[in-house]
């Protein structure tokens, strides 16, 4: 019996092992072949999610000694855009670390001619930057994607600058539960559970006392830093066109089985218009602002 019952168990760990490589490469392979194109539409760039990372962006505060600043995650460089008037005028080196080609290739073409940034293909897991290289961190929506929150804080730490600081803007553990219940019930007719399941797995959901508990495993909390997290709840009002241009940008990879797209999306109109109220179809927004610096000595 503990013989079968370690087989099982590896068997378990491997399985666990594959699928996070499945997930992780579902997600990459959605943002370079599709949502890349439409990631930086003015529409999708100023609702929702769009809004908030300008609001969060906006709220970084730079140090006197912050010189670089690595952006884990960084798109099409949304957040350097936001922060482009500093950045020239502080002379600040700007580097961004992207998984996504098609992302990647969208932020290089339109930062090419400026020599305070540059951008390299990478992972929360794996980011080809030198240890403690990164005065201030910054991350807009991507943490939520890794396979893995312990190896992606603990490359975070690898590459901080010891008296550096972080910045993150990741979803909340109930960011859209209203909002996806309406899409769970249109996915029903296009997938299997296992599908819907596999779906479900590709964000980390996770709460602001679960992230705590994340962060110090890797970081000294209780003499070394400190750590805010804060989290923003905000119902968002709109029109089904509205909803699924940022929707689509960035979680499209969630309906990467659906055959029939096209049927999909009838069918996902039909179930939110059910949602709706007054004011049009609300989305219960949740995200966490998390803050990490070194303690005041």
């Not at 798109?75 to 950045?87: E, L, P, Q, S, V």
């Not at 030198?130 to 991350?139: L, Y």
């Not at 890797?218 to 997290?229: G, I, M, P, R, S």
Request: net charge positive; proline share 3%.
């Amino acid at each position: 019996p503990i013989r079968q019952y370690l087989v099982n168990k590896i068997k378990k760990l491997l399985l666990m092992k594959l699928n996070k490589k499945l997930l992780k490469k579902t997600i990459v392979v959605n943002y370079s072949s599709r949502n890349s194109s439409v990631y930086d539409d003015p529409i999708n760039k100023n609702f929702v999610y769009g809004e908030l990372t300008i609001d969060f962006v906006n709220k970084i505060k730079l140090k006197k000694t912050d010189k670089i600043i690595a952006d884990i995650g960084c798109g099409t460089g949304f957040a350097f855009d936001i922060m482009y008037n500093t950045i020239k005028k502080r002379n600040l080196k700007c580097i961004g670390i992207e998984p996504a080609k098609g992302m990647l290739k969208l932020a290089k073409k339109k930062f090419k001619s400026e020599s305070n940034f540059s951008f390299f293909e990478g992972a929360f897991g794996e980011i080809p930057l030198k240890d403690k290289s990164a005065d201030k961190i910054i991350s807009t929506l991507a943490l939520h994607w890794v396979p893995s929150l312990d190896d992606a804080i603990l490359e975070l730490k690898r590459i901080l600058n010891p008296k550096g600081s972080i910045n993150i803007l990741m979803i909340a553990k109930d960011d859209g539960e209203g909002f996806k219940q309406p899409i769970i019930r249109a996915m029903k007719n296009h997938l299997s559970f296992k599908q819907i399941m596999k779906a479900a797995m590709l964000a980390q959901r996770v709460s602001s006392k679960q992230i705590y508990k994340y962060f110090e495993k890797k970081f000294n909390l209780k003499d070394e830093y400190n750590l805010a997290v804060q989290n923003i709840n905000k119902t968002i009002y709109g029109s089904f066109d509205e909803h699924m241009k940022w929707w689509k940008a960035r979680s499209e990879q969630i309906i990467s089985e659906v055959k029939n797209k096209n049927v999909f999306m009838k069918d996902l109109e039909k179930e939110l218009e059910k949602i709706r109220e007054k004011n049009g179809i609300p989305f219960d927004l949740s995200v966490l602002y998390i803050n990490l610096k070194i303690k005041n000595k």
